[in-house]
């Protein structure tokens, strides 16, 4: 399902979008300096409306060329507020694209770059891009659905990862264990074939391909373990 393309950009470097699914590219990845078998990823969402930008990865500093070929990007969501970094407001700087994020963890994103708007509800931008808070990991962690025309890709963050070919969850000492158990089990009862997690590990696909018994199996292997 994925193909790789790129260009000779600064200084011999290849800047790269890989493509999940059409419509769907992944950054090149970075790796987290806490986790140094896991690779985080950034997203870009081709659409008519407006491309979008989810989660966040310094690579993507070597691939503007390459998403300006694509269109650019309209606006960008994180998931949780561990996920904010510098390199956002170079996003927002180089394409206009404002950042979302939810209220309950807008403050501390503020800390780290500038939040344009936030929210707190479920909602759908346009009739494609849905918005689905999930707090547990963090009091503002967010997926989002969106529809391409012949795929619905969830992005879950770190709520619900990839690890080894695993599906993990991140809960931190920190973390509202109940309140994650009820994001799991409102992600169960999504539509979605596509599961693109901000967190894989390194050298393994950074997305699943599923069908509706796995993700309900799997779902409930983690809510007993939470």
Known sequence: METRAGRVHGEGMIATLDTVVPGLYASAPER?????SLDIRAYLLEREAGNLH???SDTLRHEASAIRERGGIAR????????AAPVNDWVAQTFGAPLFVHADDAEAVSAVAHVRATFSRRHMLDDDFEVIPIP????GATAYLWHTGSHRVLFTGDTLFLSGGRWGTAVLDSSDRERYRESLELIRGLD???LVPAIATAGDPPYATVERDEIERRIDELVARV
Do not use: K
């Open 32 to 36: 987290l300096p806490f986790g140094r």
């Open 54 to 56: 989810v989660y966040r």
């Open 76 to 83: 960008q969501y994180l998931n949780h507020r561990h996920e």
């Open 136 to 139: 547990g990991h963090t009091p």
């Open 192 to 194: 979605f074939d596509v």
